[in-house]
Nanobody, 115 residues
Framework: QVQLVESGGGLVQAGGSLRLSCAAS????????MGWYRQAPGKQRESVAD???????HYADSVKGRFTISRDNAKNTVYLQMSSLKPEDTAVYYC?????????WGQGTQVTVSS
């Protein structure tokens, strides 16, 4: 059974930092591309950052220079370090694991940035 469990969300003031974690089980983690997505109220889910199995990273323009995605294959965990947070970063953040036709999602973790 595949599980992706996010943690690290919470309430933070604008300009602050948070680190999200996503622990995976039930998959060969090192072979999966991993990503972070977010969905704000009334908006569609959007990609925030992703990291391939080979370690190549991509970021949405809105978070470049502020967010960093990384992975620890020994711990089956992907991270999202978020800095200089803005109120518009408020959303539920979801972890995604993808490989060929396999596509798995976590349950999400709430991030709220107050102004």
């Amino acid at each position: 059974q595949v599980q992706l469990v996010e943690s690290g969300g919470g309430l933070v003031q604008a300009g602050g930092s948070l680190r999200l974690s996503c622990a995976a089980s039930g998959i060969i983690f090192s072979t999966y591309d991993m990503g972070w997505y977010r969905q704000a109220p009334g908006k569609q889910r959007e990609s925030v950052a992703d990291i391939t199995s080979g370690g190549t990273t991509h970021y949405a323009d809105s978070v470049k220079g502020r967010f960093t995605i990384s992975r620890d294959n020994a711990k089956n965990t992907v991270y999202l370090q978020m800095s200089s947070l803005k109120p518009e970063d408020t959303a539920v953040y979801y972890c995604n694991a993808r490989r060929y036709r396999d596509d798995y999602w976590g349950q999400g973790t709430q991030v709220t940035v107050s102004s």
